[in-house]
């Protein structure tokens, strides 16, 4: 079993929510552009909720940055996502209001993933195993595992012109 496999409790919730009390006090930018911030609609209580993941590509050009849920496989802000769009991005200083978003299929889920491992070895290292990955990406189980992560590409919104 994964430590991944079920949802932060305790301690550890407690630290992985810390970046979200940063970025409410404006100070995002402390994460350049590895941390993402995301407020979203509970799925069955309407409430706005908060995350803070961690950035797995980010494109400046677009500007685009994408995040894989990872907790429990489907954690409840990714099945929210599902249900409604994102309320508000935050990512390093920028702030994008009602971002546009889009659902990556496996094969580019599969690549982003690669690049993130070879961008990212050593930290890769240490989280492979424990999101269920097998470290070496030429692992014949690689493109399969691949294929269970859920990616999310967010983008600012642009209005029509």
């Known amino acids: 079993m994964a430590l991944t ?11 992985l929510r810390t970046p979200i009390w940063l970025y409410r006090a404006g100070l995002g930018v402390v994460f350049g552009h590895r941390l993402i911030y995301l407020a979203h609609l509970g799925r069955r209580s309407g409430a706005r909720r908060e995350v803070v993941v ?3 590509r980010y494109d400046p ?14 954690p409840d802000w990714y099945r929210n996502l599902r249900a409604a769009p994102a309320i508000e991005v ?3 200083g920028q702030r994008w209001p009602a971002p546009d978003h889009r659902h990556l299929d ?9 690049a993130y491992q070879r961008a990212h070895p050593r930290a890769w290292k240490r989280l492979a ?3 269920g990955f097998p ?4 692992d014949p189980r690689w493109p399969e595992v691949a294929a269970t992560v859920h990616a999310i590409a967010f983008t600012p919104h642009v209005t029509g012109s």
Do not use: Y
């Open 129 to 131: 195993p424990l999101l």
């Open 135 to 138: 470290a070496d990406p030429a």
């Open 90 to 92: 935050r990512l390093g």
């Open 106 to 114: 496996a094969a580019e889920t599969h690549r982003t993933l690669l």
């Open 5 to 15: 496999d079920r949802k932060p409790r305790g301690l550890l919730r407690f630290l």
């Open 61 to 74: 050009a677009v500007p685009e940055a994408v995040v894989v849920a990872a907790w429990g496989g489907a």
């Open 54 to 56: 961690e950035v797995v």
